[in-house]
């Protein structure tokens, strides 16, 4: 593991745990918690995903356009009825280091989202959590992230960026929850 890679999995180990017991307690078998959940992830993703394009995310990873996702999760939610509003972006991204702290979370996510694609009945839209991509994609951008931030101040800012980005997340899914719950 590159030392930007083992130092973003640290510092945001905790925050990781929190979001994996929060998602864990929707029960993908019931229409309504799946749905809580793809409503919970699209309020954190999409302005994330807006922040990375106004950014310049091609500019940590040339294929940035390919690893977007607001428009497959957007499919599913049409699909099942729901109607998400995104919180209005307040802030703009000032750095590279802090959308590769981004990037980091909303690609790490996929990992466990082929977990939970598992319980979510066949017969269900699922173009979100089943938009896996070739394997390489992950180490690739890990690479480049250990190339930008060699430095601890570099570093220091993916990781503030990587937290938030968690925060994000776990907002939204402790609101979702308690509306399916
Ligand atoms: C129930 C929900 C979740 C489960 C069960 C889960 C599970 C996992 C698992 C098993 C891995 C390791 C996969 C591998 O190494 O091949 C992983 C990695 C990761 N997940 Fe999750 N996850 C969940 C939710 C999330 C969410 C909501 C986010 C972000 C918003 C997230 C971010 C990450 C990141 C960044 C990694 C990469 C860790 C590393 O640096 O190796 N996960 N997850």
Redesign the pocket.
Known sequence: ?NAA?RR??ES?GAA?AR??????R?DLARRDDYAGLLAA?AE?LLPVEALLDQGGGEAITEDWPQRRRTGVIKVDLDALGIHVVAPEIQDSVTSDAAMAGML?????????????ARSVPDSWPRAYLGSHQPPHM?PEL?EKLDALLYGAESLELAVSA?NQ??G??EAA?TKWLAKVG
């Open positions: 593991m890679h973003l999995r945001t990781h979001v994996d017991a929060l998602f864990s929707f992830h954190a980091y979370v909303l690609e790490g996510s996929r990992l466990g989202g082929r977990f939970l992950w890990l990587a980005t968690f994000r997340f899914g």
